[in-house]
């Protein structure tokens, strides 16, 4: 007679007995570095959980940094918090290995939380791939950014309400995208931009998107911002076209704004791709964003 070892058989939930509690992603990176022999180098590199930061071999300046999530997306009750600090005279060009997915959330919310900090006569492009968010995710991000008087910074985050191509649309969620950026102390932009829990509907409205399910906003600052505003515009197109760029001068500085939607992931990279290689000069695109 076959006999079974108890000891080798994992043991069942009673009958009504709660479930464990499902494992979360928490992940934090750091990543700091400086000029040193006339080009920008790793100092520090901090990485824990499921949050990691590779660097690609380049060839002078800027560094640049891929970051990765090896969850493979985010759901509710998950953590991430990217620092990223470029020194004096440093600069540095922030990436993603693939656009981040927000899946759909039975609990609590995803959250996201990034500090970027830039000294003097640094400059910093944080140009992370899109942002996929899911039906019934829930998702929160902050982004806090502190630029030296005389620093430059460009950075973009681009959301995604569903992937048309595959058939998948976000009708119902939450999400929350928060902006604080400082230079020199003062506060130079803000905005916060909710939106659910009838995303679709949201959506729809004229003064939304009209229906345009990707979105991306670009803010540059650098004294240069001023100079790129119409060549700006000549990409983004007009009002029908959806989106537009406005410049205010900030202090001794200057920031561009832009924003541009869309009905769908290709067609915004179509002048997203553009309007990145226009804004961050010399730099361009990120090698990642041509694969």
Known sequence: MDTIDNALTPALPLAGAPLPAAQRVAGRARLFCGKSDG???????YQDGSAKIRLPAV???????VLINTAGGMTGGDRLGWTIEVGAEASASITTQACEKVYRAAA?????NVGLRVGPGGRLAWLPQETIVFNRAAFARTLDVDLAEDAEALVLEATLFGRLAMGERTVQGNFHDR???R????LVHAEDFWIGPDIAATLRRPAAT????AIATLLLVSPQAESLLEAARAIIGDSAAGGGASFWSVGRSGKLLARLTAGDGYQLRKRLVPLVELLNGRAGLPKLWSL
Do not use: C, I, N
């Open 183 to 186: 230079q020199g102390g003062a």
């Open 210 to 213: 009209g229906g345009a399910l």
């Open 179 to 181: 902006w604080r950026v």
């Open 39 to 45: 080009r920008t180098r790793l100092q520090r590199l």
């Open 108 to 112: 609590d919310r995803a959250e996201t």
């Open 59 to 65: 060839q002078g300046d800027p560094l640049e940094a």
